[in-house]
């Protein structure tokens, strides 16, 4: 073997399975999101003694697009935990790649580090290389879309470069935006 291939191999063996910041998709992957929905959330815990947990928890989330498609803004209000997050996507029309940013409303800061990806067909993967916790990661958001009015995403983190270990997972059933959604945000 060539010293081409084996480095190939070797480079194919230091990322969790699937990891890629090449995924491409397009301008109308999340047309499907706009409106409200209702959503559980299934979130990972860990107490301060390291034990790990879930929590379950109610959110409406509302999204709407701009720029003809190539923005979408959706805003995710979780009662429970009194405090919400915004999530904006970019379209990057020549790399035909989403970038997707959080923010959340306990730190008011545009997380710095997006995923990239997009979506084939019903499922859409999103990657990331960034720190949590002061710990180099990589970050995967998976997207499923089951069917008109059903979803699941889910977030997942690998320390080791081999695993994925999920953390957040959350399920959505399309709600009635007039009801669920004032001026594109969720009633409170």
Request: hydrophobic fraction near 35%.
């Amino acid at each position: 073997m060539s010293i081409a291939p084996a480095l190939l191999l070797l480079a194919a063996a230091t990322v969790p399975p699937g990891f890629t910041m090449e995924r491409t998709g397009s301008i109308d992957d999340f047309a499907y999101f706009e409106g409200g929905w209702n959503t559980v959330q299934h979130r990972e815990v860990t107490a301060p003694d390291g034990t790990k947990s879930w929590s379950d928890f109610p959110a409406t989330l509302c999204a709407q697009a701009y720029l003809g498609g190539g923005s979408t803004v959706d805003e995710l209000w979780m009662p429970q935990q009194k405090r919400a997050g915004l999530t904006l996507r970019l379209f990057d029309r020549e790399k035909r790649q989403w970038s997707v940013y959080w923010v959340n409303s306990v730190t008011g800061r545009l997380d710095p580090v997006p995923v990239v990806g997009g979506f084939q067909g019903q499922r859409g993967e999103f990657y990331a290389q960034d720190t949590v916790n002061g710990r180099p990661a990589k970050v995967r958001y998976l997207w499923t879309l089951k069917d008109r009015d059903h979803a699941r995403w889910e977030q997942a983190l690998s320390f080791d470069d081999k695993t994925w270990e999920t953390n957040w997972i959350a399920d959505f059933t399309r709600g009635d935006a007039a009801r669920l959604c004032r001026s594109g945000r969720p009633v409170r």
